[in-house]
């Protein structure tokens, strides 16, 4: 294929640069990717060779800005390979996974590059840098630095092994989690099948079969999908045969089965730790994190887990009550929470989420995070539909801040075999400058909400609201970056610290002025009643226990196996199960994310021996979200300039401990965590 006739080789003629989805195929990925890669070399190599004295400008500005067709490039096709994916894609993606890893490991073990950014590195200090210029030659040296760049001879092919053999293999679990989920479907065949389900759930797995070309209902994988379902299903049978398929996703004997992949990851990972000079991938993966050791990220997990396991104990003792009040077995399975817990909020705070969800229409709580940007931040949002895009469930708006388009936001947030589960912000193209101007980033937030059949609104639990203003945050990171360098952009952060945002945002969703105004009746377009509000937030710390727990089982486990020296680990069904027992964590409980299918950590190295950070982060955001509450306002303009200032419009431009003691004043404080979830300070 030649350059003129692939579109992703071209300069996009399209407005502010949007990818030209509808002349994109995926035939055009493979070519394209070659040149890029090819161009990225050269580009490097232009660097490395100058015989003048290496200075900012022609060293590390100039690595900073290589490598942009390849960038440009690789977002469209991991956007479309979690939104949008097909057997093309994947196949693609399996034969290129290996090669970006060579490419990458080429790129940080260029022995002449490195040479001319450590000379430079080494008198920093002396060059007159501004902060921001600083930030960007440290950080530059240090990815050198954790990418190998100073082994020599064996080790250092050793370790470009090692990274090829992880991209391929993460790429491997990835989309056999992916495949497991497409592939499930429970039917519900007959009036029986839909005992306890209130209308929506039935109405959203119509759809689901609709999607999948079949007539009927089904419940599917996506959480969005099969949690409602254990919550509300009374046909105890068919929670069971829901959850046991959601829990053993990438568990199943064979060509999706992840548990021989997931050992050698972390094998791999231990090996390059320990080439780099680290006792273990833990210890490696902490060291570029606020948290800075796996002892610090362990202490505070380990603060929050004794009031919490004091608290689901509590509540499991309450369900057992009720079960013997219901005539439900008193042995009370993963299946039977979900449901149990559900009858109990609805009659000790009279609380019925058929009565709660109308308020919650998808289409009113985008409206409602829309106004929260504009009120803290000065945003406006308006929707063009002239724009093709990749799916017909896509939307894209442009955001406007001070009368000027600063970015472009898409939302797609249905579920669909295509897309993998979660929900996740991404880019197309972040945020930077050039000569002065401002390159406007193109942000995207993908969510796995049940869609309502043609004709009728998608309505959200309040949980769905919660993750839609999560990841609508990440989107605020990206969107609000005014940073002059792509790599220090949005939310290229600290792991630990690019939760904060997102989390950060998901108090607003909670504010009754907010909910007032947006959450309005499907039907008769009334506001959530202050009498419904209070039962809400009456119930806020219910089951807090359970939820908390579920989360620090998985980041517990996370950080053991991350610590573990042993090179026999090959059961990690077995080592789950072992460590949790060890944790005594109650059966009934369950985690959010078992190994088999814990892509945070397995389908990449992003959130590997990291799945800590949403608690940290959660420490911080707590914090920040009491400089909201100790002004009387949670939308007070001081404190929201101070936000966008410090943390929102930032990226990694500045130090993010420096970034938050800006913003507050002083160092965050565990107490507001404690007191969000219930728990004794």
């Given at each position: 294929?030649?350059?003129?006739?692939?579109?992703?080789?071209?300069?996009?003629?399209?407005?502010?640069?949007?990818?030209?989805?509808?002349?994109?195929?995926?035939?055009?990925?493979?070519?394209?990717?070659?040149?890029?890669?090819?161009?990225?070399?050269?580009?490097?190599?232009?660097?490395?060779?100058?015989?003048?004295?290496?200075?900012?400008?022609?060293?590390?500005?100039?690595?900073?800005?290589?490598?942009?067709?390849?960038?440009?490039?690789?977002?469209?096709?991991?956007?479309?390979?979690?939104?949008?994916?097909?057997?093309?894609?994947?196949?693609?993606?399996?034969?290129?996974?290996?090669?970006?890893?060579?490419?990458?490991?080429?790129?940080?073990?260029?022995?002449?590059?490195?040479?001319?950014?450590?000379?430079?590195?080494?008198?920093?200090?002396?060059?007159?840098?501004?902060?921001?210029?600083?930030?960007?030659?440290?950080?530059?040296?240090?990815?050198?630095?954790?990418?190998?760049?100073?082994?020599?001879?064996?080790?250092?092919?050793?370790?470009?092994?090692?990274?090829?053999?992880?991209?391929?293999?993460?790429?491997?679990?990835?989309?056999?989690?992916?495949?497991?989920?497409?592939?499930?479907?429970?039917?519900?065949?007959?009036?029986?099948?839909?005992?306890?389900?209130?209308?929506?759930?039935?109405?959203?797995?119509?759809?689901?079969?609709?999607?999948?070309?079949?007539?009927?209902?089904?419940?599917?994988?996506?959480?969005?999908?099969?949690?409602?379902?254990?919550?509300?299903?009374?046909?105890?049978?068919?929670?069971?045969?829901?959850?046991?398929?959601?829990?053993?996703?990438?568990?199943?004997?064979?060509?999706?089965?992840?548990?021989?992949?997931?050992?050698?990851?972390l094998a791999l990972r231990q090996e390059q730790a320990q080439l780099l000079g680290y006792t273990h991938f833990a210890d490696y993966a902490l060291s570029d994190r606020m948290a800075g050791t796996p002892q610090a990220a362990l202490e505070l997990l380990q603060k929050v887990w004794a009031p919490a396991l004091a608290r689901v104990k509590d509540e499991q003792a309450d369900l057992q009550t009720l079960a013997a009040q219901l005539g439900e077995p008193l042995d009370i399975q993963p299946w039977d929470w979900f449901y149990l817990a559900e009858m109990q909020r609805s009659a000790r705070f009279d609380l019925d989420d058929a009565e709660i969800k109308p308020y919650f229409a998808l289409e009113n709580m985008l409206a409602a995070a829309f106004d929260c940007a504009g009120r803290l931040f000065g945003l406006s949002f308006t929707e063009r539909f002239d724009l093709p895009l990749y799916h017909?469930?896509?939307?894209?708006?442009?955001?406007?801040?001070?009368?000027?388009?600063?970015?472009?936001?898409?939302?797609?947030?249905?579920?669909?075999?295509?897309?993998?589960?979660?929900?996740?912000?991404?880019?197309?193209?972040?945020?930077?400058?050039?000569?002065?101007?401002?390159?406007?980033?193109?942000?995207?937030?993908?969510?796995?909400?049940?869609?309502?059949?043609?004709?009728?609104?998608?309505?959200?639990?309040?949980?769905?609201?919660?993750?839609?203003?999560?990841?609508?945050?990440?989107?605020?990171?990206?969107?609000?970056?005014?940073?002059?360098?792509?790599?220090?952009?949005?939310?290229?952060?600290?792991?630990?610290?690019?939760?904060?945002?997102?989390?950060?945002?998901?108090?607003?969703?909670?504010?009754?002025?907010?909910?007032?105004?947006?959450?309005?009746?499907?039907?008769?377009?009334?506001?959530?009643?202050?009498?419904?509000?209070?039962?809400?937030?009456?119930?806020?710390?219910?089951?807090?226990?359970?939820?908390?727990?579920?989360?620090?089982?998985?980041?517990?486990?996370?950080?053991?196996?991350?610590?573990?020296?042993?090179?026999?680990?090959?059961?990690?069904?077995?080592?789950?199960?072992?460590?949790?027992?060890?944790?005594?964590?109650?059966?009934?409980?369950?985690?959010?994310?078992?190994?088999?299918?814990?892509?945070?950590?397995?389908?990449?190295?992003?959130?590997?021996?990291?799945?800590?950070?949403?608690?940290?982060?959660?420490?911080?955001?707590?914090?920040?979200?009491?400089?909201?509450?100790?002004?009387?306002?949670?939308?007070?303009?001081?404190?929201?300039?101070?936000?966008?200032?410090?943390?929102?419009?930032?990226?990694?431009?500045?130090?993010?401990?420096?970034?938050?003691?800006?913003?507050?004043?002083?160092?965050?404080?565990?107490?507001?965590?404690?007191?969000?979830?219930?728990?004794?300070?």
């Amino acid at each position: 294929m030649s350059i003129s006739s692939n579109p992703l080789l071209q300069n996009w003629q399209t407005p502010y640069g949007l990818p030209p989805f509808d002349q994109i195929l995926p035939e055009h990925f493979t070519p394209a990717f070659a040149s890029a890669m090819a161009q990225h070399h050269a580009e490097l190599n232009a660097i490395a060779a100058q015989t003048s004295l290496p200075n900012f400008a022609n060293s590390v500005a100039s690595f900073d800005a290589a490598g942009a067709l390849l960038r440009r490039v690789s977002n469209v096709f991991y956007n479309l390979t979690s939104s949008e994916t097909s057997d093309e894609l994947q196949a693609i993606e399996l034969v290129l996974a290996p090669e970006l890893a060579a490419h990458d490991n080429a790129v940080y073990q260029n022995t002449a590059l490195f040479v001319r950014l450590d000379a430079l590195y080494q008198q920093r200090h002396e060059l007159d840098l501004s902060t921001e210029q600083m930030r960007l030659l440290e950080r530059i040296h240090l990815n050198f630095i954790r990418n190998g760049a100073q082994l020599e001879g064996e080790a250092r092919q050793r370790f470009a092994s090692i990274v090829a053999e992880l991209a391929n293999l993460c790429t491997q679990f990835a989309q056999n989690v992916q495949n497991d989920e497409a592939e499930y479907r429970l039917a519900l065949s007959d009036e029986n099948d839909f005992a306890g389900l209130p209308v929506s759930i039935i109405n959203s797995a119509k759809q689901a079969a609709a999607d999948r070309g079949i007539d009927g209902h089904v419940i599917t994988l996506s959480r969005s999908s099969v949690v409602p379902f254990l919550t509300y299903s009374s046909r105890r049978d068919l929670r069971e045969l829901a959850h046991t398929a959601w829990k053993a996703r990438g568990e199943h004997t064979g060509k999706t089965d992840n548990r021989p992949i997931a050992p050698r990851i972390l094998a791999l990972r231990q090996e390059q730790a320990q080439l780099l000079g680290y006792t273990h991938f833990a210890d490696y993966a902490l060291s570029d994190r606020m948290a800075g050791t796996p002892q610090a990220a362990l202490e505070l997990l380990q603060k929050v887990w004794a009031p919490a396991l004091a608290r689901v104990k509590d509540e499991q003792a309450d369900l057992q009550t009720l079960a013997a009040q219901l005539g439900e077995p008193l042995d009370i399975q993963p299946w039977d929470w979900f449901y149990l817990a559900e009858m109990q909020r609805s009659a000790r705070f009279d609380l019925d989420d058929a009565e709660i969800k109308p308020y919650f229409a998808l289409e009113n709580m985008l409206a409602a995070a829309f106004d929260c940007a504009g009120r803290l931040f000065g945003l406006s949002f308006t929707e063009r539909f002239d724009l093709p895009l990749y799916h017909p469930d896509a939307r894209l708006w442009e955001v406007s801040r001070n009368e000027e388009v600063i970015g472009l936001f898409i939302g797609d947030n249905f579920s669909r075999t295509s897309k993998q589960g979660g929900a996740w912000m991404n880019e197309f193209r972040p945020q930077s400058r050039s000569n002065g101007e401002r390159i406007l980033p193109i942000v995207i937030n993908n969510n796995n909400f049940s869609k309502a059949p043609a004709g009728q609104a998608t309505l959200l639990s309040f949980d769905d609201v919660r993750t839609l203003f999560h990841e609508f945050g990440h989107g605020l990171h990206g969107l609000l970056s005014n940073v002059e360098f792509e790599a220090l952009a949005g939310p290229n952060v600290a792991r630990d610290y690019v939760e904060l945002p997102s989390q950060l945002f998901e108090n607003w969703a909670e504010q009754d002025e907010v909910l007032k105004k947006h959450a309005l009746h499907i039907d008769t377009g009334a506001a959530i009643p202050d009498a419904l509000l209070a039962k809400i937030q009456n119930a806020r710390f219910f089951n807090k226990g359970f939820e908390t727990v579920r989360y620090l089982g998985s980041a517990l486990l996370d950080l053991q196996i991350h610590m573990d020296l042993s090179h026999g680990l090959h059961d990690i069904s077995r080592f789950e199960s072992e460590a949790l027992s060890a944790l005594g964590l109650p059966k009934a409980v369950g985690i959010n994310h078992r190994l088999p299918h814990f892509g945070h950590i397995f389908a990449s190295d992003g959130y590997a021996a990291g799945y800590y950070v949403y608690m940290w982060a959660e420490v911080l955001e707590a914090d920040a979200f009491d400089a909201f509450i100790e002004t009387g306002d949670a939308f007070d303009t001081a404190t929201a300039e101070r936000l966008y200032r410090n943390i929102y419009s930032v990226g990694n431009s500045i130090d993010p401990a420096s970034g938050f003691l800006a913003f507050r004043g002083r160092s965050a404080k565990v107490q507001p965590l404690l007191r969000k979830r219930g728990f004794s300070d």
